[in-house]
Structure formats: structure tokens, C-alpha cells
């Protein structure tokens, strides 16, 4: 049973999760608030190990909370309706969220995820290090958790150079480093998350970082020579797109 | 052919004839006779008659006229005689010697004297005596290969030829003594001139020598720029030269004489003199016709005695003077005074006397613009001074040469000269080693051909700019059109991409999914109803999203379609089921769609081929690449078809009437802007499914370019 609180400023919001989590016997939800100080006094008092917690309040935003605890030693689920700038930071910690209205299958599937993870307190402390630096810090200094041996790495997304995808697993170049990372999950997943930090899928293989592309080689489809010297091949049909993309920068 | 010469030019005191016909004849005699002025022309013989030349007589080969006790001959070159009688010229006949003796030759001179015929010949250079009523052959002087010239001399005759082939000498053969004359060159067949001077001396010519001498010595020598055609003394005992090139020059009482003649004569060719009774004088020119002056106004220049006309015994001859561009002799510098004395020391002086170009002789000039292909010169000089040795020449072609060539020939050749500006230049050095004071200078211009031509160049210069000019504004006409029309269809894809969110928005749907969902809370299923609100949410959400992309990934794309099926399902009571089948060979994730293309479709298939089926009915949704760039989707359902669904809208009020053609024109609509924007041609084709002619569904085939 998992000690957990839900932060949320809307009562229907608060009462759905409640019915909701109510389903699942492994939490045990010990307060229901509906403010930032509250939320605090909460935590505080009562330790918990979970926390739902809504990113738009009156009063503050869920990140101001993680601002005013420390050590922040649970581990926090995030829930919005429609707030894409948060979605991709939290996305780039590796940090849970729920989309509202929530989804029970996906609630389920975010609890269970939950409660086999170890919670590890530097893990945790570095992601949401991430997520503050993410939502605070300037552009240029965002990043993003790569999974690998070690749990997770936090690398600036201006350090990525592409990725480059072998079966459902992706290698990472990044500046620096003459050897790739090799990241257990499929190439599209950050195409999805990078596509609007200047990344594109130039080709079924290859999501490159249009900052570190040097030169367009001419070709069928052609390749991009990136600033490690490295050549990559543009499919052709992504041609088009590429140089436009190139030309715009 | 010309048969007459009118006043071209007239002034008071004078006129020019000249033919229209053949502005090229030329006049190589000219006399008085019976008071007519008649002329001796390569096409004939002219006469003057009122201010008119007209032909009297064609012969050619004609060279002067020689007067026969008071009959007017006509001799040619060949050694023809022809009396000039009625406007006819009869051949005078000659015994078989004098024939024989003439067959062949060419003719240097005549005169008639003692009513004998001296005829001197060029060619076996020798003298012979014909008396003309006997027409026989007197005697014969074979004198030497060379020319020889005869003028009356006492009772006898004087001839010159060269005394040695090896010197340039000229010997006057004063019987029993010989006068021997340094010429500046050897004799050769050029133009040479022989006169008796009313003062008992004579003149000899010879290209720009004038020897002037007595029975005993030279009296003068001088030295002309240009070569002398004729020497005529008038009655008043004037001097005249004619020059090629150079007009005429004229000395009285040893000076130079200027006056109208040599103004108008400027640097025409003349090659013929005389004078009329009235004092008028005629003169025959090459190439310009027959210029009469009367009585000629002179100005007579103080310059150093060069002349004398009276047989000054005082006078030494002592000077040689070289004459050069006589009409402004008035110039003290350009008579050059040097003292024969000292030969060695004397700065020789070198003339021009021939300009070939290309081959053909041409009448030497100062200055000559050639055309492109005249670029072979040929260039012949004299060198004189007042000794007979041997001169030496230093010569360069400024505009080629880069330094002084060094020759003791006479004759320089240049061939393919490039177009340009040249000057040629050479001077002449005695063999005391005195150079000549100032170079004979020719410069001429050879003009580019057209095409190298500035202008032709600056032209098609032009011409490629104003073309490049014109390809670079038209394309980017093109260009900034193309662009216009990129950026029009641009936007027409933004509005048709708000309208199919509209469509997909449509309000139908929303609030009757709404009214479902509210159906299951009523019936307390809460389970289901935050299901289909949790897809439904999800729908709303991913339109959202994916309405503010160009493109998304099919993934996404099959997402909402499932989405949107789950939640038509749920309004229509699972009257159908779905089936999403992709081909294997899309990467769903990579490959990329324009978002919400395919929905109005299956909207059209769910309720105007399924609603209106009894029973349950299957939409099948089919993704496929039909080659690499194109992917072919298919939305096929096994309803009603179209026929029957359209009988059944037009007899019932159908909410989806308007917005099914809306939704499906959209995606049309949206189709042919995206066709536009990538240059490709694709349709959207609709195929009514049959079995044994009875509808059996209808299926939809969307193209969608991939690049």
C-alpha cells in the first residue's frame, strides 16, 4: 500500500481520481488538497510516497511545489489537461503524468509501472533536477533522460548530435563522445519528443539534430555531414523537407 | 565603257573632268594640237571640247604623243605608230628591219627630230634611227642591256644609260665624251624622264632623283619624297614635277614656286603636264581625272637657290637636296642641305618608294587604314646620299618589332599582321657611319574584322547581358509566381486544414457521443461511460494537436481513425466492426500523412453505406504503398453503395447530408492543393463494389504523396 496524495484545484478532477484510485489496492490515498500550501503541509505531515499532483493551480503551478520540498524523497505523477510545454518537460525527465480526463486503463498502467520501480533517491532527485532546469532554464539548456546500463542519463539536447536506429533499439552520437549510446528503446519515441527541438528524421534510420548539420551533400536523396564529420543519408523523399528545414534555420 | 569627262570640281581658276563611268583612266599624255588639248589615256585618245573630254579614238597600249611635222602622232608601248587623222589612228608602217628590230621591245622613248624617228627601247636597251618618209631603218646604237633615254641634242641626240650594271651610275653619252652621274640606285625599268631645259641643260628623273646637267657636269641634284612621273618646263620656263602621290611641285628661277596647282593637286597622282596656248595648264592624273588651271597664282619662297634656269657658270655644284613634303616646303627644316664634298659625312636620306599590300602596288602614303585581311606589307626603299657607296638600314614595325632590325636590303616584308596600330620606321647609315637625320616614317592601322571589333564586341556583349538579364527576370517572374502560388496554396492548405478540423469537429458527433456517454451514466455504467470519455478526450486531443502539424505520422494518424470508429461504434450500437490493415513495409512512425484526410471517409462509409444496411457491416481501412512516394489508402465498406444510399437521402431528411460532402470535398479539396504544392497528380477514386450486379459496398482509394 502506497501512501499517496492527490494535489488538484478542480473538485471534479480530485473526486474522479479519488473513484478511480479507489479500484486499485495498492494505494492508499491519506489526503486530497486542493492548493500548493496545502499540498506542502500535506507532504510534509504525512511522508507520502506518491503524489499526484495538477501542473495548472491558481497559486502556483505543481512545479513550485517541488521547488518548496526537499529532499523530495517520492516520487510524483503529474496530471493536466492540456498543457504541451509541461508535457514535454516532464516527458524529457522521464517523469510520469496522466492526461485529464484520466484514463483508468492508463492510471492502471502508470501504477503499475509505479510500484515495481525502485525508488531510488539520487534517480529521483536527478530527474526532477532535470525537470526544473527544464521548465526554467534557458532553451539551449534543456535535457532529456536517456535510459541506459546505469538507470538514466540527463544529456543536453544541444550536446545530441542524431540517433540513429538498429531494430528497436537506437544508437545516441553526442559531442564528445567518439562512441554512441546504445538506448534500449525505438528511434521514434524521441522523434516524437525532438521534433521541435530541431530534430528530424531525415531518413527510416536517422533523427539528426539540424544545429549540428554542417553540409547537405547533393545525391539522390543525399547526406548530411554533421559537425563530428559523421555523413548520414537523407532519404529522398525527406529531401524536400530537410532542406527546407536546413534553410529555415 | 567611258566616252566622255564632265566638270566634277570648279573653282575660278580651275575645273576637274573627270569620267563618271571609269573614274580609273589614266591619263599618260597630254598636248596641244590645232588648238585642241587632246589627251593619250590607257582607253584611248580624248579630246577637250567646251568644258567637255569626250573619246576620239579606243586603242589601248597607248603612252604619249610625238609630233610629226605638224601631224599628230601616237605611239604605244609595243612600238606601235599611229598617225591621229579624222578621229582615227592609222598605224604608221615601218620597213621589215625597223619591224623586226621593234618586235618585242618595250618602248622607253621617242622623239622626232631631223625628220627622223629616235626610238629607244627597254628591253635589248638600245637606240634606233628611222627616217620617217622612208620608213627605214638609219642606224642602230645597241648600247647596253639597260634602259636607255634619248632627248635632242644639237644636231645629234643625247641618250643615258647605266655605265656598269655593278654601280649606280648614270652615263650621259655626250659624243665623244661620256658625263657619268652617281645615282642613288641602279637603273631598272622604273619611270625615267629625259628633258631639254630651254637653257640648254637638261633634266633627268628617275623615282626621286632629279639630275640636272650641262655638257660638261652635273649642275643639281635633288631629291624628292615622291617618285616623279613627268618633268615639263613651261613657256615660262617653269620647272614642273608631277609626283605620285604627291600632286606637283613646281620651281622658278630656282626657288619653289606655290600657287593654286599644288594646292589643288594636293596628293593626287599626276602623271601628265602641259600647257596651252592661252597659257592654261593641263594635267593628267591617274585615277582623278584631267584638271585644267588657268593662269596660276605664285608665291615664290625664299628658300636656298636650288634651280637655276639660266646656265649659272658660278655655280658650283656642290649640295644635294632633299626635298620632302613639298607642298609645305616653306618649313626650312624640311629642306635638307648637305655638302657633296664630304660624302662620307653627309646624312644619307631614305624614301619610301613602294608600298606593297598583299601583293599589289598602291601609291605611298603617310598613313593607311587596312582592313583586317590587308596584312601582308611589302615595303621598298631608296636610301641617297651624296656618295655611292653602300648604305646601310636599320628599320622596326612599331606595334611588332620590339627592337631596330639591321639590313643592307631595300626591300622589308611583314605578313599576318595582326590587327592593330603599327608604325614603320627606318633610317639609313653611310658608310662613314652618319645616320640619316630623321626616319622615313609610314604608319597605317589595321582594323579589326567586324566581329573582333569593339563595337561588334561591346554589341554581343550587350546583347548576352540583356539576355541573361531577361532569362534572370523571367525565371524570377517564375520564380516569385511560383512562390505566390506556393504561398496561396499554402494558405488554401491552412484553410482547408481549419475546415477539416471543422469537419471532424462536427458537431453531430460530439454532442451525440456526448449523449451516448450520457447514456451509460444514466444507466449508472459509469465504467463504460469513462471508457468511451476517456476516447473521446483522447480524440478531441489528438485533432487538436494534430490539426496544428502539417503532417504526423500514420501512427498517429490510425490512432484517431481507431478512435474515431470506437466512438461511431458506440453511437450506432456496434453496427459495425473495423479493421485497420497496414502493410508491412510501412514504418508507420517514419512515414508521414497530412493529418485528418481519411476521416470524412469512413464518417461517409459508417453512415451512408453502413447505417442504412440491414445488419452489421465491416469497414475495412487498408494503408499500402503503391511505390515508394505513394501511398495508397482504402476505406471499404460492404453498406449499401452509393446508388441506394443516395435514393435514400434524397427521400429522407438526413442530418448528414451537408456535412458529408463538405467533409469529403475538404479532403478533396485538401488533396489537390498538397498535388499542387509537390508538382504531383493524384485523385481520389471512388469504386462501387458489385456481386452478380448487385451492390455489395463501395470503396473509397485515397493517393497520398509521401515526400
Redesign the interface.
Known amino acids: 500500500m502506497f501512501k499517496t496524495i492527490i494535489v488538484d484545484d478542480e473538485k471534479g478532477c480530485r473526486d ?1 481520481l479519488e473513484n ?1 484510485l479507489q479500484e486499485i489496492p495498492e494505494i492508499n490515498v491519506v489526503a486530497i488538497v486542493d492548493s500548493i500550501a496545502l499540498a506542502q503541509e500535506a507532504i510534509t505531515n504525512l511522508q507520502p510516497q506518491l503524489v499526484f499532483l495538477d501542473i495548472e493551480m491558481p497559486g502556483g503551478t505543481g512545479f513550485e511545489l517541488l521547488e518548496k520540498i526537499s529532499p523530495i524523497n517520492f516520487e510524483i505523477i503529474f496530471t493536466t489537461a ?1 498543457d ?1 510545454y509541461a508535457i514535454k518537460a516532464i516527458k524529457y525527465s522521464a517523469l510520469d503524468y496522466l ?8 492510471l492502471a498502467k502508470t501504477i503499475q509501472r509505479f510500484s515495481v520501480k525502485k525508488h531510488d533517491q539520487d534517480l529521483i532527485n536527478n530527474k526532477f533536477k532535470t525537470l526544473l532546469n527544464n521548465i526554467n532554464g534557458e532553451t539551449t539548456h534543456q535535457k532529456i533522460a536517456i535510459p541506459d546500463d546505469q538507470g538514466l542519463s540527463f544529456i543536453k539536447i544541444t550536446d545530441i548530435l542524431r540517433f540513429q536506429s538498429d531494430g528497436s533499439y537506437t544508437y545516441m552520437y553526442t559531442v564528445g563522445k567518439t562512441k554512441p549510446t546504445l538506448i534500449s528503446k ?3 519515441d524521441y ?1 516524437e519528443m525532438l521534433t521541435n527541438e530541431q530534430f528530424i ?1 531525415i531518413h ?1 534510420s536517422h533523427l539528426v539534430n539540424l544545429q549540428h548539420v554542417t553540409r547537405y551533400d547533393k545525391g539522390e536523396g543525399g547526406f548530411a555531414l554533421m559537425s563530428d564529420n559523421s555523413k548520414v543519408e537523407v532519404s ?6 530537410f532542406i527546407e528545414a536546413l534553410s529555415s534555420l | 565603257m567611258c566616252t566622255q569627262l564632265n566638270i566634277v570640281a570648279q573653282q575660278p581658276d580651275f575645273e576637274n573632268l573627270k569620267s563618271k563611268t571609269d573614274p580609273y583612266l589614266q591619263f599618260n599624255d597630254v598636248t596641244e594640237h590645232n588648238n585642241i588639248v587632246w589627251f593619250v589615256t590607257n582607253n584611248g585618245v580624248y579630246k577637250s571640247s567646251n568644258s567637255k573630254i569626250k573619246l576620239v579614238v579606243k586603242q589601248e597600249n597607248l603612252v604619249r604623243f610625238i609630233k610629226v611635222d605638224q601631224q599628230l602622232f601616237v605611239w604605244s608601248i609595243y612600238g606601235e605608230f599611229f598617225e591621229l587623222k579624222k578621229k582615227q589612228l592609222i598605224p604608221k608602217k615601218f620597213n621589215s628591219a625597223v619591224s623586226k628590230h621593234l618586235k618585242n621591245k618595250i618602248i622607253n622613248s621617242v622623239i622626232y627630230h631631223n625628220n627622223t624617228f629616235w626610238i629607244s627601247t627597254v628591253i635589248g636597251g638600245g637606240i634606233i634611227q628611222v627616217d620617217q618618209k622612208t620608213q627605214e631603218l638609219k642606224t642602230i646604237e645597241l648600247q647596253a642591256e639597260y634602259p636607255c633615254y634619248v632627248v635632242p641634242f644639237g644636231n645629234k641626240y643625247l641618250s643615258g644609260n647605266n655605265a656598269n650594271s655593278t654601280k649606280k651610275q648614270l652615263a650621259i653619252n655626250l659624243n665623244p665624251t661620256s658625263l657619268y652621274v652617281p645615282l642613288a640606285e641602279n637603273l631598272n625599268f622604273s619611270k625615267t624622264n629625259l628633258i631639254k631645259l630651254t637653257d640648254g641643260t637638261f633634266i633627268f628623273t628617275r623615282q626621286h632623283e632629279a639630275i640636272r646637267f650641262n655638257n660638261t657636269k652635273v649642275l643639281n641634284r635633288i631629291f624628292i619624297e615622291k617618285n616623279i612621273e613627268r618633268v615639263y618646263q613651261d613657256r615660262e620656263g617653269k620647272i614642273w614635277f608631277a609626283l605620285n602621290g604627291g600632286g606637283v611641285t613646281c620651281f622658278a628661277n630656282g626657288n619653289f614656286v606655290s600657287s593654286n596647282a599644288t594646292k589643288y593637286l594636293g596628293n593626287k597622282t599626276v602623271i601628265s603636264i602641259a600647257q596651252d596656248k592661252k597659257g592654261n595648264m593641263w594635267f593628267g592624273t591617274s585615277g582623278d581625272g584631267v584638271y585644267r588651271l588657268n593662269k596660276t597664282i605664285e608665291l615664290t619662297y625664299n628658300s636656298p637657290k636650288i634651280f637655276s634656269t639660266t646656265n649659272d657658270k658660278t655655280e658650283e655644284i656642290k649640295s644635294v637636296y632633299v626635298l620632302s613634303d613639298l607642298p609645305s616646303i616653306d618649313e626650312n627644316s624640311k629642306v635638307l642641305r648637305t655638302d657633296l664634298s664630304k660624302n662620307d659625312t653627309i646624312p644619307p636620306v631614305v624614301f619610301i618608294n613602294n608600298i606593297k599590300i598583299n601583293g599589289l602596288d598602291t601609291v605611298v602614303l603617310n598613313y593607311y587604314e587596312l582592313n583586317h585581311h590587308e596584312n601582308t606589307l611589302e615595303i621598298n626603299i631608296s636610301g641617297v646620299f651624296g656618295g655611292d657607296s653602300e648604305l646601310q638600314y636599320k628599320y622596326i614595325l612599331e606595334g611588332k618589332d620590339v627592337d631596330w632590325n639591321y639590313t643592307a636590303n631595300t626591300n622589308m616584308y611583314y605578313t599576318a599582321l595582326q590587327p592593330g596600330n603599327y608604325t614603320f620606321k627606318i633610317v639609313a647609315m653611310s658608310d662613314g657611319g652618319v645616320w640619316s637625320r630623321v626616319p622615313a616614317v609610314i604608319t597605317f592601322t589595321i582594323t579589326p574584322p567586324f566581329y573582333s571589333s569593339f563595337w561588334f564586341i561591346f554589341s554581343i556583349l550587350f546583347l548576352i547581358i540583356a539576355v541573361v538579364l531577361i532569362i534572370v527576370f523571367i525565371t524570377f517572374r517564375k520564380a516569385q509566381k511560383r512562390k505566390e502560388l506556393f504561398e496561396e496554396d499554402k494558405r488554401k492548405l491552412l484553410i482547408s486544414e481549419l475546415h477539416a478540423l471543422r469537419s471532424q469537429m462536427n458537431p453531430h458527433f460530439i454532442f451525440n457521443t456526448l449523449s451516448s456517454i450520457q447514456s451509460f451514466i444514466t444507466k449508472n455504467n459509469s ?1 463504460e461511460a ?2 468511451y ?2 476516447k473521446f ?2 480524440l478531441m ?1 489528438a485533432t ?2 494534430n490539426t496544428q502539424k502539417q503532417k504526423i ?1 500514420i ?1 498517429d494518424e490510425i490512432a484517431s481513425l481507431e478512435l474515431y470508429m470506437d466512438l461511431e461504434k458506440l453511437r450506432l450500437n456496434n453496427k459495425f466492426s473495423y479493421q485497420i490493415i497496414i502493410d508491412e513495409s510501412i ?1 508507420v ?2 512515414e508521414e500523412i497530412p493529418p485528418l484526410l481519411l476521416q470524412p471517409y469512413i464518417e461517409n462509409a459508417i453512415w451512408h453505406g453502413i447505417s442504412n444496411k440491414e445488419g452489421t457491416g465491416i469497414i475495412k481501412v487498408s494503408f499500402k504503398l503503391e511505390n ?2 505513394l501511398l495508397k489508402c482504402e476505406v471499404e465498406d460492404d453498406g449499401v453503395g452509393r446508388k441506394k444510399a443516395t435514393e435514400m437521402k434524397s427521400t429522407q431528411f438526413n442530418h448528414q447530408k451537408k456535412n458529408k460532402s463538405l467533409g469529403m470535398s475538404i479532403t478533396k479539396d485538401r488533396l489537390e492543393i498538397i498535388n499542387s504544392l509537390k508538382g504531383s497528380q493524384l485523385n481520389i477514386n471512388i469504386v462501387d463494389l458489385e456481386n452478380k450486379g448487385l451492390p455489395t459496398g463501395t470503396k473509397i482509394e485515397i493517393f497520398i504523396p ?2
Open positions: 474522479t478511480l492540456y504541451q492526461l485529464k480526463p484520466i484514463d483508468p486503463d492508463e525505438p528511434i521514434g522523434q528524421r527510416r529522398r523523399r525527406k529531401k524536400n523537407e | 465504467k469513462v471508457h470519455l476517456s478526450s483522447k486531443r487538436l494537436e505520422p501512427k514504418d512512425q517514419f515508394e512516394t509521401l515526400d
